[in-house]
């Protein structure tokens, strides 16, 4: 049934313009096309084919890596892309690579930390591709203990240089992507001593590799640390190990935006503010919010698909049985995902501007919003990385049986997202450094210290510590400031009572580390509170479209209430809402579910996501999921031979009771 739209009656439902729709998950018309050009240009090239990833081995899925990485640089070069559609064309490949370090983290560190002279030097070449760069930081005893890394940078005054070495086992640097085989130079983090003083870590750019042959220089013992979790996900990619045996290399080459070490090797802090350096963090961790809405889009845009074709149970007298999105059950599990894709999206466009904003404030040296843009920007890099990885298993289960199948798509794609919740910050770790700055910002209120941003709330201590919430009848848990205070009350109420907690304690870190479960759960609060403001906030623009922004009223109630209803226990024993309101809040969920229900295949048509990109056959934008999976299932190469390969040796044998003589 080539060609006919299983799912065309589902989107004859649909009551809002989903064009419109795309614009706003774009971002803007402008955004919008070049996404769907550039994602159409990759669907329809052939070297870009991906659906036999799942069955190479692991050096012919290195070897189909580095094909596409050339050819994405390739056709970047040819159709002379801009930094936006080359941006997108990676992201529509699709397939973890060298590439995502080099221009993710390599580039902007150099911009973050190098002096203009550095800049001038690397930066021309590795835009060129002339040289290809890594982020070597994590060792294999530390990762998110950065202060507590080993290698080591000592300076050489004889000769001008510092000298890079791995004094012990656990300073080998282990984990960073494109290390393993291909990357010629990396930003390699090291403590810096001069004089046998240790100054603490610094970033060096080294050069590992030759540029003729490609083989590692003297001194550098570099390569792969294996296979990881999954089949093909992030398997593409080659995660190294490096140690050094005091590899030499220019003084210029320590990143001395912040500190120099002069010609005779003393360390003189810069005019520039170390505080520079945060806007690299807050830019990255602003991109990985924005691949946390991608990530869920495509798990919830497969599930919502698979679950409006398949039917099980309940047949009617026509004797045809119920679609799955339409029980309860599959909503109510479902619907919040789909909401939520929708606010982590919403609030990256938000970590957008507030990167700009921080930018900007840092070259005009003030300050005073930093604490609380690194604290906000690491308690959303947590939130939306655990909340993804958790939804997209959550989608594979709400698709059945199939949804284990490597064509569905999910596995793969849990795979590949999972480490997401580990790297750039340990997800619990980053939680327990926004409790720090709440308690701080606690700590402060009694002296009249007016917080900022998203803690401004906390300027309202007292009334948010009695205030009582007025919701009497389900609707009232629509009005966004109902759902605000609520919020807000909650989040106050308990950063307020961890530091009445804290305040018992003598010592203030036996305190932190004693009551660090409770404080991570502050720091929840807190960033629930962010996404759902920001959320309700997107909501006050003025947003085009016949019944666009009623669609995304819904997702923000739907998304908000589910907030609540999963984490009742908060509400409730915070003295937030009472019992009769968190009953009254799950009818309005449920009265939601049924209004987000003949929207759902249009709301997830508007992500627009190719078929190539979702790469499932459950998701496919016909819904026609049967014969295609039939057909798939005879791709494998177990089916090359009807009769398997070892049938002779080892089936046979047991069959014909021969086992004794057969030679195992």
Known sequence: M???DHLA????KTQFDVDQMKVVWAGSRHALDVSDRIGRLVASDPVFKKDNRTMLSRKDLFKDTLRKAAHVWKRIT???????????????????SYMDLHWGMFIPVIKGSGTEEQQKKWLPMAYKMQIIGCYAQTELGHGSNVQGLETTATFDPKTDEFVINSPTLTSSKWWPGGLGKVSTHAVVF?????????????GFIVQLRSLDDHLPLPGVTVGDIGMKFGSGAYNSMDNGVLRFDHVRIPRDQMLMRVSQVTREGKVVLSNVPRQLLYGTMVFVRQTIVADASSALSRAVCIATRYSAVRRQFGSNDS??????????TQQSRLFPLLASAYAFRFVGEWLKWLYTDVTQKLQANDFSTLPEAHACTAGLKSLTTSATADAIEECRKLCGGHGYLSSSGLPELFAVYIPACTYEGDNVVLLLQVARFLMKTVSQLPSGKKPVGTTSYMGRAEQLLQSRSNVQKAEDWLKPSVILEAFEARAMRMSVACAKDLSKFANPEEGFAELSPNLVDAAVAHCQLIVVSKFIEKLQQ?????GVKEQLQILCNVYALFIVHKHLGDFLSTGSITAKQASLANDQLRSLYSQVRPNAIALVDAFNYTDHYLSSILGRYDGNVYPKLYEEAWKDPLNDTVVPEGYREYIQPLLKQQLRNARL
């Open 2 to 4: 080539e060609g006919v």
């Open 9 to 12: 009656l589902e989107r004859s």
């Open 78 to 96: 040819e159709l002379k892309l801009t930094e936006e559609e080359a941006s997108r064309l990676r992201f529509f490949v699709d397939q973890p």
């Open 190 to 202: 090291a403590r810096l001593i001069t004089d046998g003083q240790d100054h603490g870590v610094n």
């Open 319 to 328: 004797g045809v049985e119920t679609q799955v999105i339409d029980y309860k």
């Open 542 to 546: 003025d947003i085009p479209g016949k």
